[in-house]
């Protein structure tokens, strides 16, 4: 009888460990899974707009349309479409797996590489460039998880400037520090995200605060959020004010 109990008990310690190592497999699946879909639906959302932004910053100056080339110009709509195509896939339950979506993927980032050299080779609107940035980054996030080639990052002329934070930084000023105004939450997913002044703003009007992220990446707390205007969101600036390990008192802030 002691022999049987023994036995039941060996097996039901077996058995209590296998599913802690299923569950925590499943736990990594899900996690990627809703990763992918997360960031599918960031591009879809960011690419809604863009399109028909492209179209319309080709018809005005300081772009000159005449030097793109037939395949460049039609590359942001083939975009969309792909796009919308990897949103309808992404809620398949096998999507790390899934070959056709992999396929689709591949689409998007071969349609994306002809739009990369054209928002390289002119200077677009610093919204609009923003926004590229912001796709750009979020496809080869996705490339990384399908092992896929990533988009080369590639700056346009002259390195954009304007709103968008995309100007040198300013000069050093004592007691300042430079760096990019953000939201707490996207001030570690990269200078895509810093310098989207509109994904700031939307951020901040949700209830987060903002920092400042220097071009290194260290993020520093904000104690007094009301001396932070609107204008700075996306911006390299100069926050001037006592600095206490990652906490700056604003005294003023300097573009």
């Given amino acids: ?60 100056p300081p772009v000159d349309s005449t030097k793109l080339s037939e395949a460049a110009k039609s590359a942001a709509g083939e975009l969309g479409e792909s796009i919308r195509q990897l949103a309808t896939m992404s809620k398949a339950k096998d999507v790390l797996t899934n070959a056709g979506f992999r396929r689709q993927l591949d689409l ?48 346009p002329p002259g390195g954009g400037g304007g709103r968008g934070g995309r100007g040198p930084a300013p000069a050093a000023v004592p007691g300042g520090t430079a760096g990019y105004i953000v939201d707490y939450r996207c001030a570690k997913n990269g200078l895509a995200m ?22 290194e990446g260290k993020v520093y707390n904000l104690a007094n959020q009301d001396k932070i205007a609107e204008e700075t969101y996306g911006q390299m600036v100069t926050v001037i004010g006592k600095t206490e390990g990652d906490i700056i008192s604003v005294e003023s802030v300097r573009m």
């Fill in 1 to 60: 009888m002691i022999r049987g109990i023994c036995i039941i008990s060996v097996v039901c310690c077996l058995f209590a460990l296998l599913p802690g190592n299923a569950q925590e497999a499943y736990d990594r699946d899900a996690y990627a899974r809703d990763h992918v879909q997360f960031l599918v639906l960031q591009l879809d959302q960011w690419s809604t707009e863009f399109p028909q932004q492209f179209y319309a910053a080709l018809m005005r």
């Fill in 108 to 155: 998007s980032l071969a349609a994306s590489k002809q739009l990369n050299q054209a928002m390289a080779s002119q200077r677009f609107p610093a919204v609009l460039q923003s926004s590229w940035d912001q796709i750009r980054s979020t496809l080869n996030n996705l490339a990384r998880v399908y092992k896929l080639e990533t988009l080369a990052v590639l700056d």
């Fill in 194 to 215: 810093w310098t989207n002044a509109s994904c700031v703003a939307k951020c901040v009007r949700d209830g987060d605060k903002v920092v400042l992220v220097t071009a």
